[in-house]
């Protein structure tokens, strides 16, 4: 085999108030579907309904999400219909569609309800299983439609754990150059541009531009441009370095001081780059980029983790997952 043949979404529509336009969307994307499954929380579908109901679906299923354990009723309500899965939610919401979709080989489209995290367009659902969080492979939607009217009423929080998820890449990607260096560790240069051309977009904005059509756009179409680097590169290394570990310990060992995902991200990013990175912030100046854009308050007033208890959790993170990072130089 000569080339790689990955899947590229067959419909991306970014825009404000186009929830009550889904059927319409489709159709213009030349995607004709019998059948359509909208899958949502009891709650969501309740403040969207107006707009919702503008779009025809033979069945609307009400989830909980985020927990392995949900998805056999979800596929037997599923399983007798041969057409489109539309997951509408937040990230739990999604990861258990992409979950089920995958189990029954059907397409789906994602439409978040916030961009918290990069699980709006990826090849990995992350879900609870026996009471801890694991990652399971799935194959990632057919497509995404993000309506920024619905994403100004998620929490501003949310938003910045997006930002800082994505701005990740870069800490991820210069771990990724350091396994090369030390490890000979091969480089996916198609993978790493990609990874490193959905961030850089960020960088000219401030705290104010946060809810504007153009940031949410950037924001946007960097997560999806993010999960095709994963795709293209196989693994999540292109995304994901030390500041993952630090987070995935956090989770894994001190579950009752864990916080939303991107910004424990981001809170080990800032550190790692100013403090440990030789010339971190050399090129992109990530500590002056989250005053700029208000995250290093947000951070500091949810993550529960003193600076000066870093290095206590280096040896967890090193044993979280097998993968090269600077952690493994401390
Ligand atoms: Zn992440």
Redesign the pocket.
């Known amino acids: 085999m000569y080339y790689n043949f990955i899947r590229t979404p067959a419909i991306v529509k970014t825009g404000a108030g186009i929830l009550g336009d889904i059927d319409n969307l489709l159709h213009v994307s030349h995607l004709y579907f019998s059948d359509k499954v909208l899958i949502t929380q009891e709650f969501l579908y309740s403040v969207y309904k107006d707009s919702l109901e503008r779009n025809v679906f033979c069945k609307v299923v009400f989830v909980k999400g985020g927990c392995v354990d949900e998805a056999s009723v979800i596929m037997e309500q599923c399983k007798e219909i041969d057409g489109l899965l539309i997951a509408f939610g937040g990230g739990s919401v999604l990861d258990i569609v992409k979950y089920c979709a995958d189990k029954m080989d059907k397409p789906y489209i994602n439409i978040p309800s916030a961009l918290s ?3 709006v367009y990826s090849c990995v659902a992350r879900l609870n299983q026996n009471g801890k969080k694991k990652s399971f492979g799935v194959q990632p939607p057919i497509g995404l439609i993000v309506d920024f009217d619905v994403i100004r009423q998620s929490p501003k929080t949310l938003i910045y754990a997006g930002v800082a ?2 701005v ?1 890449n870069l800490s991820a990607l210069q771990d990724w150059k350091l396994a090369y260096h030390v490890n000979h560790e091969p480089i996916n240069e198609m993978a790493f541009m990609l990874s490193r051309q959905s961030v850089v977009p960020l960088f000219k904005y401030t705290e104010q531009d946060l809810f504007s059509d153009e940031f949410l756009f950037e924001l946007t179409n960097g997560l999806i441009v993010s999960g095709l680097s994963m795709i293209v590169c196989g693994t ?1 290394r292109v ?2 370095g030390a500041e ?1 570990l630090i ?1 995935h310990a956090i989770d894994e060992y001190f579950p009752e001081r864990s916080s939303i ?2 910004l424990q ?1 981001g809170w080990a990013h800032e550190i790692i780059n100013r403090k440990y990175r030789e010339h971190g912030n050399a090129e992109y100046d990530i500590s002056e980029y989250f005053k700029r854009m208000g995250l290093d308050k947000v951070i500091e007033e949810h993550v529960k983790w003193h600076e000066n208890e870093f290095e206590q959790l280096v040896p967890y993170a090193i044993r979280v997952r097998k993968r090269f990072t600077i952690l493994n130089l401390l």
Do not use: F, Q
Request: glycine share 8%; proline share 0%; no cysteine.
């Open positions: 995290n990069d699980a998820d994505l990740s999540t995304t994901s993952h987070s995902h991107g991200v």
